[in-house]
């Protein structure tokens, strides 16, 4: 799994590009895309939290920092990172 832990600023926006039900998870950045592949089937939201816990993993921060921004029935993907677990955005 690739490190992220430089890239964890509060407020930061994540964009990533999944892959679910791959044959083996993990997480790299290429050419500055982040892509992830989790095991995890796309049902009920399954590869969007698998998705969530290894980004959260590379960056080094608990998963209930990361927001999920609008786009949760795609591969591309857009997390915000909040200041403090479980903060309300005013945003």
């Known amino acids: 799994m690739t490190d992220l832990s430089h890239l964890a600023q509060p407020g930061a926006n994540f964009a990533v590009r999944g892959k679910p039900g791959a044959r083996r998870a993990g997480v790299e950045l290429t050419e500055g895309v982040i892509r992830i592949s989790v095991t995890a089937p796309p049902e ?17 921060v608990a998963k209930t ?7 949760t029935k795609s591969r591309d993907k857009l997390f915000r990172l909040d ?4 903060a309300l955005s005013m945003r």
């Open 65 to 71: 920092r990361l927001t999920l921004v609008p786009g």
């Open 44 to 60: 009920d939201g399954r590869a969007t939290e698998a998705a969530r816990a290894a980004l959260a993993a590379s960056l080094g």
């Open 83 to 86: 200041d403090q677990p479980g």
